[in-house]
């Protein structure tokens, strides 16, 4: 499933960078826009993810609940970050109307053209992508990429479903999802755990299907929300396997 990317560098100014992978070079002030050495699955089977994900009988009611306690109003910038093929847009955009704008950020241009073919299938307009690794990229390059695509620097509100116990590690995404959150905000994270269901196997299952997406379903990065926001809201779904929690970004 893996496949190894080829390391090409492609050298330019921040006028010059497209919405790809930014990344800072030891080069004060330029970046690089490219592509990086990944093992990525994601990037891999991203034509087929939608339809592999048992989106419909496990994880969309996770995303649902995660839409939900956003609490979002029309015409609100919302982040998504890790954001996928964009399988959490429809929820969004139903909330946000079409004055409001997502901004997804993920590092994997392949996931990022899947959920731009969907945008453009479903008429979404103000749709910003951003190839980034949330875990390494400077939060000022995503601002400026955010930016130049027409967004606001800040987000009303961000979530993460089935993202961050992905990334390593998740602490530095979940740090830059509230860089990019205005104070007061909400942020959501939506993730795994072991199941406490009493079907035999089923505990067995759930850690098969994290190890095969490469996400650690020990990490919970949703404890995070508990820890630093406030007005914190607490759902789990699918015998606890899903965990979402939402909370108000503190205003510093
Ligand atoms: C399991 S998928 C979830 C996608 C989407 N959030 C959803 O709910 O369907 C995890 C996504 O996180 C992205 N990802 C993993 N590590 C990342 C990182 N360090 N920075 C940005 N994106 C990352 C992957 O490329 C993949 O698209």
């Known amino acids: 499933m893996h496949r190894w990317l080829p390391a090409v560098y492609l050298k330019g100014n921040r006028s010059g960078c497209e919405p790809k992978l930014v990344v800072p070079t030891p080069d004060r002030g330029a970046y690089t826009c490219g592509v990086i050495l ?9 034509p087929l993810y939608d339809l592999m994900s048992a989106e419909i009988p ?12 956003l609490d979002l109003h029309p015409g609100a910038q919302v982040l998504d970050v890790g954001c996928g093929t964009g399988l959490n847009f429809r929820h969004l955009k139903e909330r946000i109307g079409p004055a409001g704008t997502i901004v997804g950020i993920d ?5 990022l053209a899947q959920a731009r073919r969907k945008a453009t299938r479903q008429g979404w307009t103000n749709i910003i992508l951003v190839q980034a690794d949330t875990t390494t990229t400077p939060t000022e390059a995503i601002i400026e990429s955010i930016t130049s695509q027409g967004g606001l620097p800040l987000s009303d509100a961000a979530l993460a479903t089935y993202a961050l116990s992905l990334m390593k590690p998740w602490e530095a995404g979940w740090t830059m999802m509230q860089d990019l959150t205005a104070p007061g905000g909400r942020l959501c994270v939506v993730d795994m755990q072991d199941p406490t269901s009493r079907i035999p196997g089923a ?11 490469g996400a650690d379903i020990t990490a919970h990065p949703f404890a995070a929300v508990e820890r630093d926001c406030i007005d914190v809201t607490a759902r789990s779904a699918r015998a606890g396997h899903l965990q979402i929690r939402t909370g108000h970004h503190p205003a510093s």
């Open 38 to 46: 990944i093992a990525d699955k994601y990037s891999s089977f991203a």
């Open 58 to 69: 496990v994880y969309r009611a996770g995303r649902k609940l995660g839409v939900q306690t």
């Open 107 to 111: 590092r994997s241009a392949e996931m």
């Open 203 to 213: 505990r067995a299952l759930a850690r098969l299907a994290c190890r095969l997406g």
